[in-house]
């Protein structure tokens, strides 16, 4: 297929014949890097071409190329990148589509191998070939004896445990090629893990040699990587295509060195793009985004790579705009050549805008009036109507204290219960995002009588807290790096502890068995747990600050992290309203953001998190952008250009509702209120401030056991139980049948089966009921008893995929 694709490529973009403009043809053929100097027996160079068409398109043509080098005894090509040979100069030729470029190459010292250092050289060899993973020696147990630290976060045991342990077994200086180390990583020797490095290569000469160098540690003054260039950072390919990546490690005298064979490469689509340990990306058949992730030594960068469809239309239509979300949305659908779906009708924005704003089901009476509603701003009113709800106030209290986790077994009754309290007042106030995020994390006082000291109570440790405020409020998850280094982020043990620093000191003082009293104690030094190394206490990525050592250390760090220049604290809280609307966060998991994770459409989460620090951190503000949004309003049905689009919101996604919304909507319908132990009747599940109050409707469905800093703790996937729950529950069949139950109302009121019918479907699922409907209403009707007949006909609705989902 690639010897294919590269036919393809030539003969369809040659340069063009005098006078012909309609063909596309290559204007320019660019070569990185523009000179080599290759410097040592094992050091290599990448290379990267690309050419430039008339129309703007960039194609990589690395292996597409006719590589030619004029001195063959001075340098050779393996595969597409350029090795020494002998000490000398020389230039390569590189010819495309009619296009030329020659390239200088200097080879010196190629009679040395240079001096190997174990952490610049051999631990990046472990971590590509995957030795110091967790699911290998960089397990907790190790693996058969021998461990290394997870991803080479600690280099000097990895040393010793090489070099020291079994007797210095794994290593034989007599015989470098005979040494355990290179024979079980070639496969030579049995190896539980198979064979990690070929026969023959650089992998393999670089283990033996290092053995043969008599396993140096290394000068401790050698220069060391401070980053990496990648290239390119993002590319538009088409189907059954080919990537070149180019990998640069930077040092810190300045120098610079290809590191491509020596780079980890991971792919979060690889039905998209998949990538190969030498940096070569192929894509499939199937189009979308996704972004390769690049890790060197710590150093974390991301390719992101761009599928059109193939039958994208030649004149992309002229798509309405409400507001700039629309314009980058659709921008983004017209650089994939995806068409979005038209507008969803009224009833189904109705039931939308009802459950994603307030969790509610709209009545029959709301929907009756909105469908006969002729102005042309009844959404945008509804829009503001629903927002100024009690509703409003109860579902995203119950939201916000799944994610800071307002658990009554954690917390106790009176914990809980004035957490919950106090997160709604927040609601009802629609107070500023960052005021109240900066009081949490500052909050001291009895916790019986102040809701969010309780936040330092569910997550009672400096580690814990360290990882539950770097998730809640800025999107980063640092749980790896407590231990090692992130795989995926650049964050570290320096960046894990130096967060910590700022909880290092919280006090909790028992007052009685369930009230405690928390308060910082003032700034205490933070120290490594095994180095003992003292770690200089600062925000992840940001500066040591000012004023640490006077007062409580939490203020400063609050005061980092509502600025509004943080770079991660808006745009997680966007992104979060994002996903409770859209059905996907622009970033999945939602609180997952880094580098290596993009967002689907990085100018629009960009474009969300400064409208929120514009309009001074009002929630409200960004959830009335998104539902005016015509994407927003999009009809979930798909198009023939959409149909498998799941990520760049061409069309609306389905969702179940979630447990609560659920539970309330099931007794909304039937008109029977839940019965909830210890509270009043009428009682709403989006009410509940225990998340711990039996219900075992509740539980089937997913309700979140707030155990976790994030929404993941609930689910809306269904489930076998959740189907036999809804068909077979006597709890809901007594709803339905019961005597002061929306059935025995109608009835009661003598109305026709057609009055019935058009009630029940207005009020389960917002609209009038189908055709299909009315003919199931019309079979039951005239084989049972109007009673049976009514009750089967609310039970088919109640299972009916319209009434689980939101569409």
């Known amino acids: 297929m690639a010897t294919f694709f590269a036919t393809f490529v030539v003969a369809s973009i040659q340069t063009a014949a005098p006078g012909e403009d309609t063909s596309e043809h290559v204007i320019k053929l660019t070569v990185h890097p523009a000179e080599i100097q290759i410097g040592g027996a094992n050091r290599q160079q990448q290379l990267l071409v690309t050419a430039t068409t008339n129309s703007g398109r960039l194609i990589d043509a690395t292996r597409q190329s006719q590589i030619s080098i004029s001195e063959a005894h001075v340098a050779a090509l393996n595969g597409t990148a350029v090795h020494g040979l002998f000490e000398g100069e020389t230039k390569l030729t590189i010819r495309f589509a009619g296009r030329e470029v020659l390239v200088p190459v200097v080879v010196r010292d ?353 580690e814990a807290l360290t990882r539950a405020v770097s998730q809640a409020f800025l999107g980063i998850r640092m749980d790896c790096a407590q231990c090692h280094h992130h795989p995926f982020e650049k964050w570290g043990q320096h960046d894990f502890y130096g967060m910590s620093g700022f909880f290092n000191g919280i006090q909790l003082k028992k007052l009685n068995a369930n009230r405690e009293l928390i308060y910082h104690a003032g700034f205490r030094q933070t120290t490594m747990p095994l180095t003992k190394e003292v770690v200089p206490t600062k925000p992840p990525g940001g500066k040591i600050p000012d004023g640490l050592e006077t007062g409580d250390p939490r203020v400063v760090l609050a005061k980092w992290v509502t600025r509004p220049d943080n770079p991660y604290f808006a745009r997680l809280a966007v992104n979060r309203i994002w996903k409770n609307y859209m059905g996907r966060g622009l970033v999945e998991p939602v609180d997952d953001i880094r580098s290596t994770n993009p967002a689907t459409n990085e100018p629009l989460l960009t474009y969300l998190a400064e409208q929120l620090v514009t309009n001074d951190f009002d929630l409200k503000s960004i959830m009335r952008q998104i539902m005016r949004s015509r994407v927003y309003q999009l009809s979930s049905v798909p198009n023939a250009t959409n149909f498998n689009d799941a990520q760049n919101f061409s069309h609306h996604i389905e969702k179940r509702l979630p447990a609560n919304v659920l539970l309330d909507a099931i007794c909304d319908v039937t008109g029977v209120p839940e019965q909830f132990a210890g509270l009043p009747h009428g009682t709403r599940a989006i009410e509940l401030w225990d998340n711990r109050l039996p219900s075992y409707f509740l539980d089937t469905f997913g309700r979140s056991e707030r155990k976790n800093p994030c929404e993941c703790g609930a689910s809306t996937e269904p489930t076998m139980a959740q189907t036999l729950h809804m068909m077979n529950a006597p709890e809901i069949d007594a709803k339905i049948g019961s005597p002061s139950g929306r059935v025995a109302a109608l009835l009661a009121r003598n109305r026709s089966n057609n009055q019935i019918v058009s009630n029940l479907t207005l009020t389960a699922l917002g609209r009038l009921p189908s055709e299909k409907e009315r003919r199931i209403a019309t079979r039951l009707f005239s084989q049972d008893s109007k009673r049976q007949a009514t009750e089967d006909f609310l039970w088919t609705l109640l299972n009916s995929y319209d009434f689980l989902f939101v569409r």
């Open 110 to 462: 190629f009679e040395k191998y240079p001096p190997i250092h174990f952490t610049n050289d051999i631990i990046p060899l472990f971590s590509k070939l995957g030795c110091n993973s967790g699911g290998c020696h960089g397990k907790q147990s190790g693996q058969n004896g021998f461990k290394l630290s997870v991803f080479g976060f600690d280099p000097q045991a990895d040393f010793e445990a090489l070099t020291r342990e079994g007797r210095s077994r794994r290593v034989f200086p007599g015989d470098p090629a005979g040494s355990l180390l290179v024979l079980k990583s070639t496969g030579k020797a049995a190896h539980g893990g198979g064979r990690r490095a070929e026969v023959g290569s650089a992998d393999e000469l670089l283990l033996s040699q290092w053995v043969r160098q008599g396993m140096p540690w290394g000068n401790d003054n050698a220069p060391k990587v401070t980053g990496i260039e990648v290239e390119p950072n993002e590319r538009v390919l088409a189907m059954r295509a080919d990537q070149q990546v180019l990998v640069t490690a930077v040092f810190s005298d300045a120098t610079r060195r290809d590191v491509t064979s020596a780079t980890a490469y991971t792919s979060n689509s690889e039905v998209v793009a998949e990538v190969d340990a030498t940096g070569r990306i192929r894509t499939g058949k199937v189009p979308g985004e996704a972004a390769i992730t690049v890790n060197y030594m710590g150093h974390v960068a991301s390719v992101r790579v761009i599928l059109p469809r193939t039958n994208s239309p030649k004149n992309y239509p002229d798509v309405p705009v409400r507001n700039r979300i629309d314009e980058l949305v659709w921008s983004k659908l017209q650089k994939l050549g995806i068409v979005p779906s038209e507008l969803c009708d009224d009833a189904a924005f109705l039931r939308r805008v009802s459950i994603d704003a307030i969790g509610t089901l709209p009545s029959a009476e709301e929907v009756t009036t909105f469908l006969d509603d002729d102005r042309p701003d009844k959404r945008d009113r509804v829009i503001e109507a629903v927002l100024n709800r009690d509703e409003y106030t109860d579902y995203w209290s119950q939201r916000w204290a799944d994610v800071l986790l307002v658990d009554r077994e954690t917390l106790g009754d009176r914990g809980a219960y004035e957490f919950h309290r106090w997160l709604r007042q927040q609601m009802i106030d629609n107070r500023p995002y960052d005021q109240w995020t900066r009081e949490i994390l500052t909050a001291t006082g009895n916790s019986a009588k102040y809701g969010p000291v309780n936040f330092f109570r569910a997550v009672r440790t400096k």
